[in-house]
């Protein structure tokens, strides 16, 4: 198991790919200052090949001073890398198709990859201290040229190795044999995971990556990309500290505010019910629970939600218990005896069952306030 896990941010890159999503250079900019000060490390900052507009943008972002490490995605092009040179950023990542379904996509055979990338990786080393290659659709590629690639790659020099799993067919079980026969074959390397979220399951494959060998990751917030998306940064760090007790360097307190940033400029909604960060993680409203949460908030929940900038709400509804009910009204200064409080639950159970929705605390406190009232 990896002891210190690397995350990767690909929000300005792979990000910013997801159809109708566009950052504009004040939000890249503001988007970089929180992912620094989310403790990330290294940021994919952008593809230089898509234009002049582009490199300024991402000039901009290496020039202002950020203490994470900035990466440029680039085709297997001299006109990417050179693209990428003008950027000033310090790493590039080299991105090769690996699977007969992407290569003959793009007229191009497993021995033009090997040919081309020792002459892509010749060249950028004249302009970068750090190269990368990426491995692009290595869920797909046949395992034995993918070990070829591989070991061409390192003969090479090459800094690190990113196996993309470019349409989320991976599942946990085979990301582990991915990485754990790459790992075998090739210890000590640095290998990368990157994981589209096709079918569901981007977070928990990232996360059995870094159990398996892969020394690094690459996610985005919210998990923004193309698509169902790409893995979540956020979902991965908390998962990584509850699930597996190991810690990404990521400051959980920042989380909260970074991924509403993002929901605003990509103008894409967080679900209610998305984990980390949905407005509902933390509300409950069932009797059972509630009253087991007064006593213990681990009692139905995975973490404290204080360590994600959040607390532990109980919502009044149609599956309050009369208990939970009393003990949010104390807490209002408000007050009633047992016989009141069942005749109060039946009233909020009838209430909300004919609103479809839970009750405010103002109309809780009315109709408590009109029960205590009202002669016995």
Not at 48 to 58: C, D, F, L, V
Not at 257 to 275: G, L, M, N, Q, T
Request: glycine share 6%; with cysteine.
């Amino acid at each position: 198991m990896v002891l210190s896990p690397h995350i990767i941010d690909s929000t300005l890159r792979d990000g910013e790919q997801a159809p109708g999503v566009v950052f504009t250079l004040d939000e890249k900019l503001r988007i970089a200052a929180l992912l620094e000060g989310a403790g990330v490390k290294e940021v994919e900052v952008g593809t230089p090949a898509m234009g002049e507009e582009e490199q300024r943008m991402i000039h901009e972002i290496v020039r202002s001073g950020f203490h994470f490490d900035s990466l440029c995605w680039a085709r297997a092009k001299e006109c990417d890398i050179a693209a990428s040179a003008r950027t000033g950023a310090g790493r590039i990542n080299i991105s090769f198709p690996v699977s007969d379904i992407q290569l003959s996509a793009i007229g191009r055979s497993r021995a033009w990859v090997l040919k081309q990338m020792p002459l892509m990786v010749a060249l950028s080393r004249r302009f970068f201290g750090f190269v990368a290659i990426g491995a692009q659709d290595a869920s797909r590629a046949d395992r034995e040229f993918l070990f070829e690639f591989i070991a061409a790659c390192l003969a090479e020099g090459v800094d690190r190795i990113r196996l993309a799993d470019t349409v989320g067919i991976l599942n946990p079980f085979s990301v582990a044999d991915l990485f754990l026969s790459v790992t075998k074959r090739f210890p000590f390397v640095d290998f990368e995971f990157h994981g589209h979220n096709d079918l569901g399951m981007a977070t928990a494959n990232s996360v059995s990556a870094f159990l398996s060998g892969a020394q690094s990751v690459s996610a985005t917030i919210n998990g923004l990309g193309e698509r169902a998306g790409n893995a979540c940064l956020e979902e991965l760090a908390v998962a990584m500290k509850v699930s597996a007790n190991v810690s990404t360097g990521i400051n959980l307190l920042t989380i909260q505010e970074i991924c509403r940033y993002v929901a605003e400029v990509s103008f894409r909604k967080i679900h209610v019910s998305k984990p980390i960060i949905g407005e509902m993680i933390c509300r409950h409203e069932s009797g059972i629970h509630c009253r087991s949460l007064i006593e213990n908030e681990l009692s139905y929940q995975p973490f404290h939600p204080e360590e994600i900038g959040r607390s532990t709400e109980m919502i009044i509804g149609r599956h309050s218990g009369t208990a939970i009910i009393r003990h949010i009204l104390e807490k209002q200064n408000v007050y009633m005896n047992e016989k009141k409080a069942v005749h109060l639950t039946e009233q909020v159970k009838a209430m909300t069952l004919s609103t479809k929705q839970s009750l405010r605390m103002d109309e809780l406190i009315n109709l408590a306030n009109n029960l205590n009232n009202h002669e016995s």
